[in-house]
């Protein structure tokens, strides 16, 4: 049997189909290699809140409670910029005295090294190597104030720097402005079932001028 013709092509179709290559080729020819869409503010810059919510000052710090130690995962020895961390893997004590920072709305609501959600308005904090979930009381010897906070992210990855603290956090300690000095004691599970943490004065409330010029300064983590 004669192999069947090839069917035609309908000139109305190919006169179609030359004019769509005819377009998209003086498309490309008129655009830039460089043009890109209309930029977009970087609203996810790091620094205080868009808006300072009321009450910061008066947010309860986080209330230590005995925690199992998470295995693996975020307790597990990691790598930044060629350093290598390893976290501590048992409930021991731990003081340092060194710089603290703190993050703001850059990584608010993305999670953390323990997979919760950040929250720059919480009472927590990232270290290097304390185990997490750990509680931490942080002393500014300055001005006397101390928080505590829940440690449930890592960091901050720069010499002399001891802390990360949330925006709450480093407002309630007057440590907005710049990094600031520190005393970071970790409560161990007998320190926290013996309320042994209850034992420091509550700090001062923080004034509304101080809460107005923290919405001006920037994080000092980088």
């Known amino acids: 049997m004669p192999n069947a013709p090839f069917p035609r092509r309908c000139p109305l179709h190919s006169l179609v189909v030359l004019s ?30 868009l808006t300072v919510p009321p009450g910061l000052a008066q947010v309860p710090d986080a209330v230590p409670r005995v925690e199992p130690l998470r295995v693996g995962g975020p ?6 910029a060629g350093r290598l961390y390893v976290p501590i893997a048992t409930d021991q004590p731990l003081v340092e005295h060194g710089g603290a920072s703190w993050y703001g709305r850059k990584y608010h609501g993305r999670p953390t090294s323990s997979g919760e959600p950040y929250d720059m308005f919480g009472m ?30 890592r960091g901050p990855f720069v010499p002399g720097r001891v802390i990360d603290l949330s925006y709450t ?6 440590a907005l ?7 970071v004691e970790r409560l161990t599970h007998d320190a926290i079932r013996a309320l042994r943490w209850l034992s420091y ?15 001006a300064v920037g994080t000092g983590r980088p």
């Open 20 to 49: 769509l290559v005819l377009w998209l080729s003086a498309c490309a020819g008129s655009r830039s290699p460089t043009s890109r869409l209309p930029a977009v503010p970087d609203l996810a810059a790091d620094g205080p809140p």
């Open 75 to 80: 307790n597990r020895p990691y790598e930044v």
């Open 124 to 153: 927590t904090a990232a270290h290097t190597t304390m185990p997490i979930p750990s509680y931490a009381r942080v002393t500014n010897p300055a001005n006397g104030r101390e928080v505590i906070v829940r440690i449930n992210d």
């Open 169 to 174: 956090a480093a407002l309630k300690l007057d």
């Open 177 to 183: 402005r710049n990094v600031t000095p520190v005393i």
């Open 201 to 215: 004065v509550p700090n001062a409330p923080v004034g509304a001028a101080e809460a107005a010029a923290a919405q």
